[in-house]
């Protein structure tokens, strides 16, 4: 669709479809705004009921950002899966600038309505807590993201839940802890109710799927039972292992970042990548980009 066009009014042409014929204020929800000219390539509107003004990017984590015409190839590096220095240098910007506009644009990426069906694996993964970046530690500074203080589940691992029904569609979370209230949380929005639910033998799953009211079924892995019939979580944990992969090449993500790498992990490299067009709808909240179809 972009073929073509020059890079910044494609940019320029995808961002006014945020506004609509309504022409809705996003400060006070009120329709009806009239353009008053144009401002940094973007129109300009007024709204009649609070006397402000706005453009497409207003409310959204894109606001302000400048550099318009590098979006489109910044949209598609993160599709690659680039390091902020290749970003950088593939947009001809600073690597500072290519650290924020990352999370600028992950944050506004959204899973939309995924729903898993049939039978649906759940495990959780742990990932070794990280406060790369900050200046004051109460601990000794791990060097080249260093290792645990000690072995198995501790306070410095974060529990990452993964969930994927036999289509792929997959959904990720970062819990506070693995309990049946925090499983539930996320499990509940995304299960459909005549979904399987199939994990190992952690005991907060049972109550969990009981106070869903869905059918559960355990494998006890612990005693060598790594499938019975149909049912594993062989792909749940596949999911895990290419998780653990790409958060490897980033040479250690802050846990504070975490939720963004996430997100990150869905566009970047699970089956059925979004374009570069469709990375940039999303962060501009045109659309949302479904983590795996």
Known sequence: MLAGQ???????????????TARNCPHCA?????????SNGLKRYFCKICSKTFNALTGTPLARL?????????????SDGDTVKTSAARCGVASSTAFRWRHRFLRA????????????EADETF?????????????????????????????EQVPVLVAADRS???????????????????????????????TDGCTSYPPCAAAMGISHEALNQTAGERVRGELHIQTVNSRHERLKSFLRRHRGVATKYLDSYLRWFHLAVLPRQPTPRAVLAAAAGILPVRPCA
């Open 168 to 198: 792929g569609a997959t959904v990720s979370a970062i819990l506070p802890a693995v309990s049946a209230a925090h499983l539930q949380a996320v499990l509940q929005p995304v299960l459909d109710q005549d979904a399987l639910l199939v």
């Open 30 to 38: 009120t329709g009806g705004a009239v353009i008053r000219g144009r």
């Open 6 to 20: 020059p890079s910044l009014e494609a940019v320029i042409g995808l961002l006014e479809e945020r506004i609509g």
């Open 127 to 155: 990932v070794l807590s990280s406060r790369k970046g900050e200046r004051n530690l109460d601990r000794k500074a791990r060097r080249r993201g260093g290792k645990a203080s000690k072995r198995g589940v501790s306070h």
């Open 66 to 78: 400048r550099h318009k015409d590098c979006w489109t190839e910044f949209a598609g590096s993160l």
């Open 109 to 120: 990426v959204t899973a939309g309505a995924i729903k898993l069906r049939g039978i649906v």
